[in-house]
């Protein structure tokens, strides 16, 4: 399983993006994606969650309300549409899979820098 991000950039405060994860290989036992950011001097944090079955979505307290999961089971997609942007949101984002059997796969993360 192999997954590539894409979509990130430099946006001013307020601003918009929205980051791309295609995943390719064998994804028939993966149950849940998710996208995690990890900032220059702080640990890996969860963003959010979205199950492949149900569409269950899970947001960190800190991007509710300015984020949206999605994905397109068809084409094996998953989106992060990231709205009202802050500096504190710059990080590098990482997409995951979780695969019922063989564990957590990563991208190689999309740096998001946004400016005040």
């Known amino acids: 399983v192999q997954l590539v991000e894409s979509g990130g950039g430099l946006v001013q405060a307020g601003g918009s993006l929205r980051l791309s994860c295609v995943v390719s290989?064998?994804?028939?036992?993966?149950?849940?994606m998710g996208w995690n950011r990890q900032a220059p001097g702080k640990e890996r944090e969860l963003v959010a969650s979205i199950t492949t079955g149900g569409g269950t979505t899970y947001y960190a307290d800190s991007v509710k309300g300015r984020f949206t999961i999605s994905r397109d089971n068809a084409n094996n997609t998953m989106y992060l549409q990231m709205n009202s942007l802050k500096p504190e949101d710059t990080a590098v984002y990482y997409c995951h899979a979780v695969d019922t059997f063989l564990g957590i796969y990563w991208g190689q993360g999309t740096q998001v820098t946004v400016s005040s």
């Open positions: 290989g064998s994804t028939v036992s993966i149950n849940a």
